[in-house]
T-cell receptor, first 111, second 115 residues
């Protein structure tokens, strides 16, 4: 089957660091994406990993371990505007390279 | 400006009244798709299209139709809407269906309520 698991909700404090985990089981793998989605808005692209390791992009980093079916998104120096849902998504070569989304992790950043 | 535009953004309709949600992208993307997003379930793919005149079912196609007569447009048709189709709908596109790294561009979303 195809399954992507991530925590439903997390809370963190401004200025802190938070790690959002994602585990996946898919029939194939052709890359893992993280998207940010503010309430009532469309998802926007954050990061992409296809090889194992850490990709850093400013305050955001994403890690992938293909052998473990595991990824995390690391957010540093948290700001109020980071309050959003974070969607983990896996591209599967089946079904026209379909992108399968997790249900998302709602992150609340408090003062 | 690169964008995916969908209309209407908000709609309340009655059971059984046919409706179409339009989607247009200006990036010359080959691949387009429709998702619905429901609480606790995340984004689920309804239909996708690899190119003009090439469409296929996603995970939840029942009750929906699509067409791809031109590259830029990919309308979603609900022939006889039912209350379980009340949802937030996103149209999306990406450059092509083969390259692994191409990110998805989403429209702003269409809130549909069927009463």
């Amino acid at each position: 089957g195809q399954n992507i698991d991530q925590p439903t909700e997390m809370t963190a404090t401004e200025g802190a660091i938070v790690q959002i985990n994602c585990t996946y089981q898919t029939s194939g793998f052709n890359g893992l994406f993280w998207y940010q989605q503010h309430a009532g808005e469309a998802p926007t692209f954050l990061s992409y990993n296809v090889l194992d390791g850490l990709e850093e992009k400013g305050r955001f980093s994403s890690f992938l371990s293909r052998s473990k079916g595991y990824s995390y998104l690391l957010l540093k120096e948290l700001q109020k505007k980071d309050t959003a849902s974070y969607l983990c998504a896996v591209r599967d070569p089946a079904g026209g390279f379909k992108t399968i989304f997790g249900a998302g992790t709602r992150l609340f950043v408090k003062a | 400006e690169a964008q995916v535009t969908q209309n209407p953004r908000y709609l309340i309709t009655v059971t059984g009244k046919k409706l179409t949600v339009t989607c247009s992208q200006n990036m010359n993307h080959e691949y387009m798709s429709w998702y619905r997003q429901d609480p606790g379930l995340g984004l689920r793919q309804i239909y996708y299209s690899m190119n003009v005149e090439v469409t296929d079912k996603g995970d939840v196609p029942e009750g929906y139709k699509v067409s791809r007569k031109e590259k830029r447009n990919f309308p979603l048709i609900l022939e006889s809407p039912s209350p379980n189709q009340t949802s937030l709908y996103f149209c999306a596109s990406r450059k092509d269906g083969r390259s692994s790294g191409n990110t998805i561009y989403f429209g702003e979303g269409s809130w549909l309520t069927v009463v």
